[in-house]
């Protein structure tokens, strides 16, 4: 069965960096997209981008250009997503999510999630 | 604010049926198919409806979705309090080359 598991939680300090990563099992790694979604205390879901773990090539959502990098390590199923520069707006759950598509996107798998706290 | 506009909460008794709108534009829902999503607390997003108003596997036919221009529908039938959750609908925006979310409906069984 496909399983997306995540890393644990983290609390780090404004400006620091976090590395969340999503291990995938149940399927052949390189087949699917991956795509990280991000939802803050008590709002909605926003999408940050997406890497292809075949060629490594991402695709990353406007606001998040220039602080994130999502990388993958293709001898462990594991795909990352590094945030820096982080501030009080980044606190957040951050799932990954395996991206299917048909005649459209949709996100069939989604990973546990992993609470980011940012916080002096 | 989000792109794709959903109520923030609508509400019906348990065996009652409930629709949640999802409004977009020609860059998003006109030219794009339509996913929903149902987050119970403290949970991660489930998928319910994709392509517009194909079931996955193992989601009951009390869902449905439908899509007309640039707004898409989910309906739900025979509600239950298990059914209480947070619904949100997505798709690919072409303009801005970016998967896009609506602000998320809470649902309330009462």
């Known amino acids: 069965q496909v399983q997306l598991v995540q890393s644990g939680a983290e609390v780090t300090k404004p400006g620091a960096s976090v590395k969340v990563s999503c291990t995938a099992s149940g399927y052949s790694f390189t087949s699917y997209y991956m795509h990280w979604v991000r939802q803050a205390p008590g709002q909605g879901l926003e999408w940050m981008g997406l890497?292809?773990?075949?060629?490594?090539?991402?695709i990353y959502a406007q606001k998040f250009q220039g602080r994130v990098t999502m990388t993958r390590d293709t001898s462990t199923s594991t795909v990352y997503m590094e945030l820096s520069s982080l501030r009080s707006e980044d606190t957040a759950v951050y799932f990954c999510?395996?991206?299917?598509?048909?005649?459209?996107?949709?996100?069939?798998?989604w990973g546990q999630g992993t609470l980011v706290t940012v916080s002096s | 604010q989000s792109v794709l506009t959903q109520p923030p909460s609508v509400s019906a008794a348990p065996g009652q049926k409930v629709t949640i709108s999802c409004s977009g534009s020609s860059s998003n829902i006109g030219n794009n198919y339509v996913s929903w999503y149902q987050q119970l607390p403290g949970t991660a997003p489930k998928l319910l409806i994709y392509d517009n108003n194909k079931r996955p596997s193992g989601i009951p036919d009390r869902f449905s979705g439908s899509k007309s221009g640039t707004s898409a529908t989910l309906g739900i039938t025979g509600l239950q309090t298990g059914d209480e959750a947070d619904y949100y609908c997505g798709t690919w925006d072409s303009s801005l080359s970016a998967s896009l979310f609506g602000g998320g409906t809470k649902l309330t069984v009462l």
């Open positions: 890497i292809n773990p075949s060629g490594g090539t991402t």
């Open positions: 999510a395996r991206g299917e598509y048909s005649f459209g996107l949709y996100f069939d798998y």
